[in-house]
């Protein structure tokens, strides 16, 4: 059974910075492509940042030069290094994951964490 967990989420002020950390287990990890997503009150879920399997990466408008998405495949850990944070990237992040299914890919993200609340006060 795929898991993520999320961490590294808390409260800073607008110009600071925060890591999130999602430890994977269950599967081999990032065998299909991962990424970060982000929910804030009354808003839809938006896409932050994704890094494929190959390690090929992709950012939001809203956090390119800002967000940097790594990983440690020796530690089954997907990283949101946050830099230059404003008011607006308050929300709840969540890590996602294609967990293939009977050795396939599925094409989306279909594994969530639990989340992690990132607060951004100005």
């Known amino acids: 059974q795929v898991q993520l967990v999320e961490s590294g989420g808390g409260s800073v002020q607008a110009g600071g910075s925060l890591k999130l950390s999602c430890a994977a287990s269950g599967y081999i990890f990032n065998s299909c492509g991962m990424g970060w997503y982000r929910q804030a009150p009354g808003k839809e879920r938006e896409l932050v940042s994704s890094i494929s399997r190959f390690g090929a990466t992709k950012y939001a408008n809203s956090v390119k030069g800002r967000f940097t998405i790594s990983q440690d495949k020796f530690k089954n850990t997907l990283f949101l290094q946050m830099n230059s944070l404003k008011t607006e990237d308050t929300a709840m992040y969540y890590c996602?994951?294609?967990?293939?299914?009977?050795?396939?890919?599925?094409?989306?993200?279909?594994?969530w964490g639990q989340g992690t609340q990132v607060t951004v006060s100005s």
């Open positions: 996602a994951a294609d967990a293939p299914r009977d050795g396939f890919c599925r094409g989306e993200h279909n594994t």
